[in-house]
């Protein structure tokens, strides 16, 4: 399996073009030891060639999403053919609009598949039709339902012809419903399929993707531990970070993001005993992580994280 990173900030990328917290301003001033990074997107590539084509999975669909595909060369359209591309389906991990929002770059008549909980797509089929312009490929956009906890052969929805070998499964994480969806809607919708996780199985390999982690459900924990590869919600460092930042007076566990540090923080929480390669991505633009010289960045590195940036590549 082949994962490449194409995005690795939360909302609103880094730096965020209305923020002046210090990161932003420093950033903008050449003061600042560390990357630009665009809005939180993976892809992955796991499937047998196929009609000599090999075949990428996205993870999220960015708002960033068409600038991130035109700077992979891997997600480029085949050479043969008007129309054509390499991405086959896209794993859809909540409602949030920095997951949904990337679908309206992949509208131009193109048909692929879209994996998301049955509630995520009620959102998306039921208050906001601009997402119709989907259907007007042929075959239109295919939405493929992910129970949580059921195991999704994604596989045989690639290629009948071929051998099962991705496998995917949706770990429900307890969090809530974007404030945009309305009330009505969201009193019908069950609780564990707001935010999920996402485990894939590959060749006897295992990754966890979850960049939204509320940690409301801690099920999550053991799904983690035995992966080999964990990509995980780095989106804040202190539960206070966006109150201290002057962005909000919220706290990041109520705004649905476990924080990094503080006692039951994600560094804590983490199993110890776990083998798996631990990378954060998610970052917002208001964490300290992001700048390399500080004592944050260092703390995460000591605690054996590594930290996402645009264009990572990893191997499994
Ligand atoms: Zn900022």
Redesign the pocket.
Known sequence: MRIKILGSAAGGG???WN???P???RFRDGKFHGSARTQTQIAIEANPEYAHRRYWTLINASPDLRSQILATKELRPFPDGNTSTSIREVYIPSADVDSLMGLLHLREFQGFRVLSTPAVRRIVAEENSIFRVLGRAAPPVEWISLEPVATVDTAKHHNPEGPPLLFSRAVPLGGEYPDYVSGRLRAALPADEAVIGLLFDHCGKRLFVAPTLPNRNTGWKEWAASSDVVLLDGTFWSDTELIH?G?SNKTAREIGHLPLSGPGGLLEQFPKSSKARKILLHMN??NPILDEDSAEHRAVLEAGFEIAYDGMELHL
Request: glycine residues 0%.
């Open positions: 880094f730096p965020q923020c002046a917290c990161n932003c301003r930042t962005r633009n208001t």
